[in-house]
């Protein structure tokens, strides 16, 4: 199994030094690797700290629309994001008018991102944290926080849910029953050890579709797959459900 794209990169545009390359340093990476994809995918607008600014879309388009011409025949990048949950009634931080710019949009859950309105704030902040020494709250966190991501996938266009079950619990088999109808991925992550083996086998009760990602936040992780490569191997995913083996 050879993987050549990284659906999941970030750069410089992800603020305060998160990011350490430009975009033009990880297309150089993904090429000495043999990529022939790579998805810029910054984090979200939403995110207080690290998220691209909104005003950068047209600049990153532009961007990337002159690499893919000057890099044309050897490799094709896309400019993605990957955008934030706001609130746990479906709002994440990408418009419409964002989408004029993006081959696509990813979503996942990130701290650093303040929450639409108090319940939302109340859960995610709160009771996930109580959740951790308070262990009756455990599961019924762990389905509001499945609940919101259903919103999200069922209300957008989403093509990937990153890292499901890092930073919050989520109901991984409920999850990916609507993903399955929504034709959105579940991510394996290189970078997070979310989705973990028990999670991924889950996942594979339902037909859902799984993408791999580095999640590289410097050059020279791009194309690392190796991580989400043993869980792969581990948990038997058959070829046909990897989006990153699809034309
Ligand atoms: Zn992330
Ligand atoms: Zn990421």
Known sequence: ???????????????????????????????????????????????FWYGIKRDKFPEVRAQIDELNKEFEGQIKIFFGVEANVMSYSGDIDIN????????????????????????????????????????????????KNTDALIEVVKKHDIKIVTHPGDKVDVDILRLAKVCETRGTALEINSSHANMNEDDIREALKTNVLVSVGSDAHSPRKIGNFEEAYRRIENTGVTTDRIINLKE
């Open 96 to 143: 419409e008018a964002d989408r004029k710019y993006l081959d696509g949009a990813n979503v996942g859950f990130h701290y650093g991102v303040i929450p639409k309105n108090l319940s939302s704030f109340f859960y995610f902040m709160i009771a996930n944290t109580l959740a951790k020494v308070i262990k009756p709250m455990r599961n019924w966190i762990k389905q």
């Open 1 to 47: 199994m050879r993987l050549l794209t990284d659906f999941h990169t970030h750069t410089i545009y992800s603020r305060h030094n998160h990011g350490k390359g430009t975009i033009r340093e990880n297309v150089e990476s993904a090429l000495a690797k043999g990529l022939k994809e790579l998805w810029i995918t910054d984090h979200g607008p939403g995110h």
